[in-house]
């Protein structure tokens, strides 16, 4: 088992940044590849953000191209997602996910082997 825990959401003005983080613990962390999906009232789970074992190798949504960066410290097990320029349609529950199998798509929820319970992301205009 692996478990993923997401902190560090909350209430933020448009234009403002949060900085979301996702602890993992039970394996080895540096094997897995991690994705960050965002859900919103009355719509699908949909992917935001990815980063592969291997580092460097990182995988952006569309729509959050240039304002967001995700990372991660695998001395601290921990991965991270750097929200800037936040909009109000970002407001969502966002969701940490563990890959542990090595998948080779990276924005479908099915590739994913272990989700967090999610932290909301509220952005106010």
């Known amino acids: 088992q692996v478990q993923l825990v997401e902190s560090g959401g909350g209430l933020v003005q448009a234009g403002g940044s949060l900085r979301l983080s996702c602890a993992a613990s039970g394996r080895t962390f540096s094997s897995y590849a991690m994705g960050w999906f965002r859900q919103a009232p009355g719509k699908e789970r949909e992917f935001v953000a990815a980063i592969k074992w291997s580092g460097g190798s990182t995988y952006y949504a569309d729509s959050v191209k240039g304002r967001f960066t995700i990372s991660r410290d695998n001395a601290k097990n921990t991965v991270y997602l750097q929200m800037n320029s936040l909009k109000p349609e970002d407001t969502a529950v966002y969701y940490c996910?563990?890959?542990?199998?090595?998948?080779?798509?990276?924005?479908?929820?099915?590739?994913?082997?272990?989700w967090g319970q999610g932290t909301q992301v509220t952005v106010s205009s």
């Open positions: 996910a563990a890959d542990q199998f090595r998948s080779s798509i990276v924005s479908t929820r099915d590739s994913y082997d272990y």
